[in-house]
């Protein structure tokens, strides 16, 4: 089953609306604005900014009737499809940039990744396995980040600089 969310000018799913089953680096290219959104099939991350920047968020199916319902400060601006995974989940995370100083490999959730692997941050990693969300603080509160499979030799080169990576969760949802 494919992804599918509708997004809605204004707010109460009302004004003109776009259906989306992909990524879309620029809504408003479809809609001048976005207010609220339906989340008819799949997870998506919507941002509030072009291009997959800014602040992100997670929306798995249900209704959105106003964008500031789930923390958004500003209208959305593009999103991003979450694909379904199957099978295993594998990140390492390092202290520092460039996959440098301690390291750890996370298979399960962890709700504080200070206090479990003793690092005094998290400014790199290299997402093997499967979907994940990384949240600002620990039991997986504050400003998120969507990783999916790939290299991030520095936080700041996906717009986190200063930023603490404090939790770590697998996107499981069946989405």
């Known amino acids: ?9 204004d707010r109460n ?8 089953m992909s990524d879309c680096s620029d809504m ?11 989340v008819e099939n799949g997870c998506f991350m919507v941002y509030d900014r072009p291009n997959y920047m800014g602040n992100q968020y997670f929306l798995r199916r249900g209704e959105y009737s106003d964008y500031m319902s789930f ?20 990140m390492r995370i390092y202290e520092r940039e460039n996959f440098q100083g301690p390291n750890h490999e996370l298979m399960d959730d962890c709700d504080n990744i200070m206090d ?24 997986y509160r504050g400003r998120m980040v969507y990783l999916r499979p790939g290299e991030y030799r520095s936080m700041r080169d996906i ?15 069946s989405c």
């Not at 941050?121 to 396995?129: G, H, Y």
């Not at 717009?159 to 949802?173: E, K, P, Q, T």
Request: with cysteine.
């Open 1 to 9: 089953m494919m992804g599918m969310i509708i997004f809605y000018e």
């Open 13 to 20: 799913f009302q004004g003109r609306s776009y259906e989306c």
């Open 28 to 38: 408003s290219s479809y809609l001048s604005r976005c207010n609220s959104c339906r």
């Open 71 to 90: 923390g958004m400060s500003d209208s959305i601006r593009s999103c991003r499809l979450i694909p379904q995974h199957r099978g295993s989940y594998r």
């Open 116 to 139: 479990r692997y003793s690092l005094s941050d998290c400014q790199s990693c290299n997402v093997i396995d499967g979907h994940w969300l990384m949240y600002e603080q620990p039991h």
């Open 159 to 173: 717009g986190y600089s200063g930023m603490r990576l404090s939790s770590a969760r697998r996107i499981m949802d």
